[in-house]
Every structure is written in C-alpha cells, then in structure tokens.
C-alpha cells in the first residue's frame, strides 16, 4: 500500500467520494489516519480501504469464506447480515473492499454502529494495548458493546442528528438506555414498533451465532438503519423498512488461535444478548424515556 508521506489524504479514485452517511470507523480526510471509507459516486457502492494489508486481507478472506460456493451451511446462514462483497478495487497502490451499500435503498436512513463484545483485541494484542483498551469504555466489561456512533433524520429541520463515539462512550450504564430509545425516536415518536421488529430480527442473528462454532468475531459492529422518513406522518398500516448487518470483519479468527474456546463466541454473543435485553427493557410497559444532557451535544 502506498502511504503518504505528506499530510495530505490519498488521491480519491475516480468517480469516489467520501461515504455518505457514515457513522463510525475511519473518515477520510481524517488528519490521523487519512484514510477512509469511499463510494462510487455512480453506483453508491462502499470502498473500504485496507488500512493495513493484514486487516484488509483477514476481511476479505472472510467474505470470500462466507460467499463461497463450498460455504458450510451454517456459514451460508450469516449471509442475510453481511453486505455483499463485489470485489477488490485497486488504485495508486492502495487495495480497496467493495462491499454492497446497505443504507443507499433508504430515503432518511437512522443509522446506528454498535461494536460487539466485551473484548475488542485480538490475541496478538500487547498488555498495553489491552490496558488501553480497558481505559477507553471501563463499563464495557459489563454492558459487552459500545455504541461507536449514531444517526437520526430531524425531519422538521430536514438534517440529521449526529452523535459520535465519543459521546456513546461518555455514557455511563445507566445511562446507555436512554441513548438507545433516543435512536429509535424516543421522545419524539413511539420507538417500540421498530425496538419489536429489530429485537426479532436479532433474535435470528443470536441464534445463527451459536450454531456459528469455529470462529470469533473480534470488533465487528451490527449496523442498524432504519427509514427516518415518515418521522411525522402517523403511518400505522406499513411496517417500518429496516435492515441490519454485521460489518467490519478484518479481526474474525478462527477459533484454534484462542487456546481457551469452546467453540463458541462467547464474546459476540454476551454483547448481542446485553443488547438485545437493553431493547426489551424498551419494551417494557414500565420504561420512562428520560432526556440527558449529554444527549444534547449533537452535531449536525
Ligand atoms: N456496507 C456498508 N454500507 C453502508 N455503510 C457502511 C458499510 N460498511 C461500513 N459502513 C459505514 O462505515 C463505517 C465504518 O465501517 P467499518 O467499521 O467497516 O470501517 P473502519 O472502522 O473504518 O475500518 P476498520 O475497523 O476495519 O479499520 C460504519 O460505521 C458505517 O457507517
Ligand atoms: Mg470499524
């Protein structure tokens, strides 16, 4: 990969532009990282650069795995939460991941990153590196995800609300709750038909991962979106469109590499069932949407 010495960012490919839309991860133009993820501007297709050729690699490797006609049955089940991988696009020396656009068929999408698991390093990760780890969202061990980000359309002044991972982090505990209902229209609109659909959908994912034995799936996030759209129309009759999948899948492993496995993924699993039960908490009939201030700081 060809990495610039100068500060600049790397020359967009013809036809890209910066993702539109994008919640979490690198942004390009970034001043740290520079590097970012792209689209086609004539097809909306997603560009994932590989930031280093061993996680670009490990990513490709798995949708090539997940993808492939000789795909064991239970690997071919996670299809339905996966983008669909569309190839590798290289230009100035730089490898990109083109993956299906999962939130280009919406209008006004509401979009949220959550990464999974209690832990976010993989095996090879120094003592420093998992202190740090650590440091950055102490709740973690217990509430097994963070909310890296989260978007939702304001349809009365036409923008969206955006907040970042910073914010999702600052969140304490008890405090995570009221971010989640936020994302899914509380206080403005009733969040439980579209916490219903999500939560059954999830069901689905929770149980294809406890057939999913042999792989761990280290910092991947779900990427939940739903249609912002109908923010002010009392729309009772349709179901809201939504969609979710796993993405960001350069730190799946296989299970040998952990000598403690059960086969399991026990890790992805405690943060989808802690999340899952934060969205029944939102069901509840006893749930009281309550506003934060740290909810305030949204950028637009
Ligand atoms: N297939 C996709 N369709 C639409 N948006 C996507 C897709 N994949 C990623 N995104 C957007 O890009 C953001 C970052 O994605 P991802 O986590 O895969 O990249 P990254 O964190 O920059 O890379 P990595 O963690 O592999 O270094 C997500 O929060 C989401 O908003
Ligand atoms: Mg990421």
Not at 247 to 253: A, P, Q, T
């Amino acid at each position: 990969m060809k990495i610039s010495s100068t500060n600049l960012p790397p020359e967009l490919p013809p036809d890209t532009k910066p993702l539109q839309h994008q919640i979490g991860g690198h942004f390009y133009g970034n001043p740290k990282t520079k590097f970012g993820i792209l689209q086609r501007c004539s097809t909306g297709v997603v560009l994932k650069p590989f930031i280093t050729e061993v996680r670009g690699k490990c990513e490709w490797r798995f949708y090539s795995d997940a993808f492939s006609d000789q795909a064991p049955e239970n690997f071919c089940a996670l299809r339905p939460f996966l983008a669909a991988p569309l190839g590798i696009y290289q230009y100035n020396e730089i490898n990109y991941l083109v993956l299906e656009n999962i939130v280009q068929k919406f209008v006004h999408p509401c979009i949220a990153d959550i990464k999974i698991g209690r832990i976010t390093y993989d095996f090879q990760a120094s003592k420093e590196d998992i202190e740090k780890c650590h440091r950055r969202y102490p709740p973690l061990n217990e509430v097994g995800f963070q909310l890296l980000g989260w978007q939702n359309y304001n349809s009365r002044k036409n923008l969206y609300d955006y907040h970042d991972k910073n914010c999702g982090r600052s969140l304490t505990k008890e405090e995570i709750i009221y971010a989640i209902a936020h994302f899914y229209g509380a206080p403005r609109s009733d969040h439980r038909k579209i916490v219903r659909l999500v939560l059954e959908r999830l069901t689905i994912l929770e149980h294809i991962m406890t057939k999913q034995q042999g792989l761990v799936f280290i910092s991947s996030s779900l990427l939940i979106v739903y249609e912002g759209e109908n923010d002010n129309e009392i729309n009772l009759s349709s179901e809201p469109k939504f969609d979710i999948r796993v993405i960001d899948l350069c730190k799946v492993f296989k299970v040998e590499q952990y000598v403690d496995q059960t086969g399991l993924d026990d890790n992805f699993l405690y943060g989808l069932r802690s999340y899952m039960n934060y969205l029944r908490r939102l069901l509840d009939d006893t749930f009281v949407y309550v506003p934060i201030d740290k909810l305030n700081c949204i950028n637009q």
